[in-house]
Each structure stands twice: as structure tokens, then as C-alpha cells.
């Protein structure tokens, strides 16, 4: 069972900032395209934003210029670092790791999810 571990959601103030950070095993991490989605209640999961092996990045609009995604490889870790966060922004947000077994073949694994609630 492949896991993928999200930390550092929580609350915070509108216009503040944080940074989710999710860990992969080694193995799936320097084959997959990493990827945030979210899901705020009573709505569908959502893409947020994803980043290639080699650091090409794109975002949803609604998040464009405020969220930065990054990854770690040799930390097996990809990271969203949110500011100027907006009540909007609140959902259960997750991290995707699309995985090549073969140029291709993929499989797509999912963390746990992760809390951010922008509120004053």
C-alpha cells in the first residue's frame, strides 16, 4: 500500500499564509508528477496545481500568483506554499502522485488529506 503523508494544514486568518508539505516512498516519487487537488464541502474535488520531475509547474487560475508548488526530490517531497489565502480557499486539500510504472502506464496514488480553513 502506497502512502503518501500531508502535513501542515490548519487555520488561518484571511490574507495569511501556509505551507502544505506531502512525502512520498523514494520509489513512486522520482516517477510521478506530483499534484494538489482540493474538495471544499458539498462541491467536487478540484485541481489546484502540478509539478513535472523537472519543475514545470502550472496552476488553477483561482490559485495562480498566490500558491507556489515545489518539490524536494532528494526529500521524496513536494510542497504548496499558499499566501494571501481567501475564505474560497478553505477544503480538505490533497496531495496526487501520478505514477509511471512504464513510459506508458500509470497509476495514480493519494494522500490522506490535509484541512485549510481560512477564517477570522
Known amino acids: 500500500q502506497v502512502q503518501l503523508v500531508e502535513s501542515g494544514g490548519g487555520l488561518v486568518q484571511p490574507g495569511g499564509s501556509l505551507r502544505l508539505s506531502c512525502a512520498a516512498p523514494?520509489?513512486?516519487?522520482?516517477?510521478?508528477?506530483m499534484s494538489w487537488h482540493r474538495q471544499a464541502p458539498g462541491k467536487q474535488r478540484e485541481f489546484v496545481s502540478i509539478?513535472?520531475?523537472?519543475?514545470?509547474?502550472n496552476y488553477a487560475d483561482s490559485v495562480k500568483g498566490r500558491f507556489t508548488i515545489s518539490r524536494v526530490n532528494a526529500k521524496n517531497t513536494v510542497y504548496l506554499q499558499m499566501s494571501s489565502l481567501k475564505p474560497e480557499d478553505t477544503a480538505v486539500y490533497y496531495c496526487?502522485?501520478?505514477?509511471?510504472?512504464?513510459?506508458?502506464?500509470?497509476?495514480?496514488?493519494w494522500g490522506q488529506g490535509t484541512q485549510v480553513t481560512v477564517s477570522s
Open positions: 496526487n502522485a501520478h505514477y509511471y510504472t512504464t513510459w506508458d502506464r500509470s497509476t495514480d496514488y
Open positions: 523514494g520509489n513512486i516519487f522520482s516517477r510521478s508528477v
Open positions: 509539478i513535472t520531475g523537472a519543475g514545470t509547474a
